[in-house]
């Protein structure tokens, strides 16, 4: 049996607090992994479907369903629950909002303790990593990852004099020197913008190739002196300066119709993103290509899902897990809805390496974004990866707006996270 709630936006704080969690405060844990128990997830993600896919294998199970809102406002709402709100058995925490969660791990039961000691290397080890506290305990399953690539488009490409076959895009453009070498020439060629935009394609892709990030492994705060950092940043100012930047922020009015009418031939692509590019430029079928990031593999996205400490039905939310989060559950899941699994033994199964799409021609896409996950440097991220992120992300935002001169958009990136951490 599934209750779906649905929370409103505005009425987080109350409605979240008193109205979704029915289980949770200071009852008595249940044994009963039949038990009804509440489940809190982001909208927008099918939830309901993952449900009854749960439900089919357990027809007995009770699930209450609350899609509360984003992954912010999931996020948010949680943390209220856990300051002494009633909280869910169940929750599904985003990976940008779990290093807040991490800092206190006793706040979720550690998972290890209901699935074994060796649970974690049934998954990615940087997944599990991000989800594990200090004190070793395992407080989230990683649901799913966001493998990279690029899509390109091929009949541009093709017009250009370039080549068009994933394989040979990607060892053309093996480096990130090579790719704005490729964007040149094919600028060159049809006077057009080779890249949507350096904040998104090229910045997100490239700092997320480090082995260190924003924080060093133990914590300490290196944004300003990691040259890995500033390296990753100066490759999207060096594309800008190429002058193959349509500069046209992910997510703005102009970015779908841009990937309709050819306006850019690149845009970047996690595997979750996939599906936009399709309702974006349904038109276009058969034109686009996937293949493989410049660099070392890379990630955006994925999630892992928590049984806080407070649970009133732990024994019936870890049977959840149990079903749909193993790795042949995260392989079924894969292939109703094309989420990438975080499971290794998924990965690595027929079903997600021979994974195409009409759409995307012959690309292999399924071992394009098995590949780039397996390939993923790991790095520490701490509570304010996001907004350290944001505040670059925002400067070569702000140079491709003209506000901003490319010799001066490090520093304005640097003062930006200055201020947003105060």
């Not at 300066?241 to 996690?270: H, L, M, Q, R, Y």
């Not at 290509?289 to 955006?300: D, F, I, K, S």
């Not at 199964?349 to 690309?363: H, I, K, P, Q």
Request: proline letters at 5%.
């Amino acid at each position: 049996m599934i209750v779906s709630t649905t929370a409103a936006v505005g009425a987080l704080a109350l409605g979240l607090l008193s109205g979704c969690g029915s289980s949770g405060g200071s009852s008595a844990s249940s044994g009963d992994p039949n038990a009804e128990f509440t489940f809190w997830s982001f909208t927008g993600i099918g939830a309901a479907d993952s449900v009854d896919e749960y439900l089919a294998k357990n027809p007995d199970a009770q699930v209450k369903l609350s899609e509360v809102g984003s992954t912010t406002e999931t996020a948010t709402a949680l943390t209220a629950a856990l300051a002494g709100g009633d909280v869910p058995d169940l929750v599904m925490i985003q990976g940008d909002d779990l290093p807040k969660f991490v800092e206190n791990p006793s706040n979720f039961v550690d998972l290890r303790t209901l699935g074994g000691d060796d649970l974690a290397s049934e998954y990615l080890d940087w997944a599990v990593a991000a989800a594990t506290g200090t004190d070793g305990s395992v407080i989230g399953v990683p649901t799913d990852v966001g493998g990279l690539g690029l899509a390109y488009r091929a009949d541009l490409f093709e017009a250009a004099g370039l080549p068009t076959d994933p394989a040979e895009v990607a060892e053309m453009w093996s480096t990130w020197d090579d790719f704005i070498a490729m964007g040149e020439e094919y600028t060159a060629a049809t006077g057009k913008p080779f890249v949507d935009n350096v904040e998104t394609t090229v910045f997100f892709s490239t700092v997320n190739q480090v082995t260190e990030k924003y924080y060093s492994p133990d914590g300490e705060l290196v944004y300003d002196t990691n040259p890995q950092v500033e390296d990753a940043f100066d490759v999207a100012v060096k594309t800008y300066e190429a002058g193959i930047s349509a500069n046209i922020a992910a997510w703005s009015s102009g970015w779908d119709p841009g990937k309709a009418n050819g306006t850019f031939a690149v845009t970047i692509a996690p595997s979750w993103l996939l599906s936009g590019i399709k309702n974006a430029a349904p038109d276009t079928a058969g034109d686009w290509r996937v293949t493989a990031v410049p660099g070392v593999g890379g990630n955006w996205g994925g999630s892992v899902i928590a049984i806080p400490a407070r649970a009133a039905h732990p024994e019936a939310a870890w049977e959840y897990i149990k079903t749909l989060m193993s790795a042949d559950g995260q392989t079924e899941h894969f292939e109703r809805t094309g989420t990438l699994p975080a499971a290794k033994d998924s990965l690595t199964s027929d079903a997600v390496l021979s994974y195409t799409d009409d759409f995307y021609g012959d690309s292999p896409i399924g071992q394009v974004m098995s590949d780039s996950v397996l390939q993923f440097n790991s790095f520490y991220n701490g509570p304010d990866t996001s907004a350290i992120g944001a505040g670059l992300l925002n400067a070569l935002a702000d140079m491709q707006a003209g506000n901003v001169a490319p010799a001066e958009a490090w520093e304005t990136g640097l003062k930006n996270v200055n201020e947003a951490l105060g």
